[in-house]
């Protein structure tokens, strides 16, 4: 009997996400630029991905590189390579450690880091022109970054 009520637990925890969990931006393992589980411990949306991508509130990577699938979206930047073929350029785990943060797998690029809360030399607050706060948290939260992962190994040649 404790034997079912053992498996019957760790089923109801696992479907709440309670053994998967988030990934802190400060528990981040990278293994030569790349992070292979999921920072959220969801799987991601292309979808929600695309809207991230193509946003310029959100992850703006369209003021730096441009992508066919994204021809609604005006004013692409040249700065970045291109988002098409992204998924066949890189695996999963290594789309997500560019997005999390590029300066760990591209030495010296001007990607922004995403998934970072410390390491900076004089974070800001938001557009406030304050320092930061206790508040200070990255770019995108786990499931955001999980989301553009999706919706970037969507992106073949």
């Known amino acids: 009997m404790k034997i079912i009520f ?4 760790i ?25 292979a589980a999921s920072l959220s411990g969801k799987p991601g949306d292309p979808a929600a991905g695309r809207e991230i991508v193509s946003s310029k509130s959100l992850g703006n ?11 609604d979206v005006p004013f692409h930047g040249e700065i970045g390579p291109p988002l098409d073929g992204a998924g066949d350029r890189w695996s999963e785990a290594e789309l997500r450690g560019i997005v999390a943060n590029a300066k760990m797998m591209f030495d010296g690029t001007m990607m922004p880091s ?10 800001g607050k938001a557009y406030t022109g304050k320092a930061a706060d206790d508040t200070f948290a990255p770019l995108l939260s786990a499931q955001q970054i999980e989301d553009v992962v999706a919706y970037l190994v969507t992106l073949k040649e």
């Open 11 to 35: 089923a109801a925890l696992s479907c709440t996400g309670a053994l998967a969990g988030e990934v802190a931006p400060t528990e981040v393992k990278f293994e030569d630029g790349a992070i």
């Open 114 to 123: 995403f998934y970072k809360t410390e390491g900076f030399i004089r974070p």
């Open 61 to 71: 990577c369209v003021a730096c590189h441009a992508a066919t699938d994204l021809a």
């Open 6 to 9: 053992t498996t019957a637990a």
